[in-house]
């Protein structure tokens, strides 16, 4: 038989196979149209997966409820919970007794509460309802009027209502004033109050709007402005920040918006992704103040080794007037991480790979050196494929997919291209029954 047939046997299996990998990872048959150029591309991380892998564990069962408009009564995220809550039979247990309304009935003075054009009218409207209810309504209604102290007096009149009458909303109204003291430029006024959202929440404050993981994100966007970071076309007031006070609460930023995305917030994910582009792009010496912190350090090296930044310029960082190349934003980073005394602490793989990304190969041989995980062995691999040492890197691809075995260690997209590239090692040395052991398993559907 000839030698070549055993190959062409392999890519027509691959192709064969095609269907089911054209929807599904990506790593399809056209590993094998440039085999040279596929094996030694750098390797790209899925951004989403770095965040799952580096945000805490819940302490809680807080859920979000977004988008994050939740003082606009429109919102449909924000009505669906309120009715579901009237549905519930909850409101019933705290109307007065001579108040027999229809769950119907509730249903419809809650919509009627929330069309009122303004906090009095909201209160007619919804008469009958649970009055932490209504008086939330109304100050809602207020808020997204601008009239910030009426509504202040709404939402201040829920915390005097009787224990019984106020639970129901004083989770809601805590957030509420918080938004109200951000607006008016009492940043720790209103960093305690949302402070005040969690432990109510914690307490067994009903919390149907989602306002516990909400104020993470508003709580972490008063450290951000606080810190020089992000613009607000708030009434902040002015701050003169030393440099180390605004490393800490950029680092103090970067945790909350974690806690947010650990509970299934969009917006705390989005937000990291913000975050770490004004990071990267150093705006206003940001990098050089939070890269001493060993979580943001793991942010920044998580967002430019998963090439998530090349599509995620946001308008705020196309103002700042001073996005730099994407190459030079991975060398920034890289060399900011290096200052630090123990440069990326548990993810030296991670920098080993972002190294390699932008051809400071030495560097990243001295990263994988003595690395036993599979992104640290994979790396390695590429490295001595570019020395020529074919054996070492085959050596390096197998066991890299061998660590994967049985842990999360890699997204799914890079455990296939993994699986893919070794593959194509296997393949350069014969290997062929190895090859398509290899490949069926991922083709399957």
Request: hydrophobic fraction near 45%; charge should be negative.
């Amino acid at each position: 038989m000839s030698s070549t047939r055993p190959a062409l046997f392999v890519l027509a299996a691959v192709a064969s196979i095609g269907v089911a990998l054209a929807c599904g990872p990506d790593f399809p048959w056209q590993l094998f149209d440039s085999r040279a150029s596929t094996v030694r591309a750098p390797v790209e991380l899925s951004f989403a997966f770095e965040i799952k892998r580096l945000a805490p564990t819940r302490s809680d069962n807080f859920v979000a409820v977004e988008p994050d408009e939740f003082y606009d009564p429109q919102n449909p995220e924000v009505a669906a919970a309120e009715r579901q809550e009237a549905q519930s039979g909850i409101w019933t247990s705290i109307l007065p007794a001579e108040t027999t309304l229809s769950t119907s009935r509730l249903l419809w003075k809650l919509e009627a509460a929330r069309r009122a054009e303004n906090g009095k009218e909201a209160l007619i409207a919804g008469e009958g309802l649970p009055v932490a209810v209504l008086d939330y309504i109304a100050g809602a209604i207020e808020f997204r009027a601008g009239q910030l102290d009426t509504a202040k007096k709404y939402f201040e009149a829920i915390d005097r209502l009787p224990p019984p009458l106020r639970q129901i909303r004083t989770v809601a109204a805590a957030y509420m004033l918080g938004r109200i003291q951000q607006l008016e430029g009492r940043l720790d006024d209103a960093r305690n109050s949302f402070q005040t959202v969690r432990a109510r929440a914690r307490a067994g404050a009903p919390d149907p709007l989602g306002l516990a993981v909400a104020s993470l994100g508003e709580e972490a966007r008063i450290d951000l402005v606080e810190a020089g970071l992000q613009k607000v076309p708030w009434n902040v007031p002015k701050l003169d920040i030393l440099d180390a006070k605004a490393g800490t609460l950029i680092g103090r930023a970067v945790r909350l918006y974690f806690e947010q995305a650990a509970r299934g917030s969009k917006i705390g994910f989005l937000s990291l992704r913000e975050v770490a582009g004004l990071l990267a792009n150093n705006h206003r010496n940001s990098l050089t103040h939070a890269i001493p912190d060993p979580l943001v350090r793991q942010l920044l090296v998580a967002y430019v080794v998963s090439r998530d930044y090349e599509f995620s310029l946001t308008d705020q960082l196309i103002s700042t007037g001073i996005l730099v190349d994407s190459q030079d934003q991975a060398t920034s980073v890289i060399d900011a991480v290096l200052t630090q005394p123990n440069p990326a602490g548990d993810d030296l793989d991670r920098l080993a790979a972002l190294a390699y990304q932008v051809a400071r190969y030495d560097l990243a041989e001295k990263l994988t050196a003595t690395t036993e995980r599979p992104l640290g062995l994979w790396v390695r691999a590429k490295l001595a494929l570019r020395r020529n040492d074919r054996d070492a890197a085959v050596r390096d691809w197998t066991a890299a997919l061998n660590a994967t075995v049985g842990a999360a260690k890699l997204d799914d997209d890079s455990n296939a291209r993994l699986r893919g590239e070794t593959t194509v090692m296997i393949v350069s040395e014969g290997r062929y029954v190895d090859s398509l052991r290899m490949l069926f398993p991922v083709a399957q559907t």
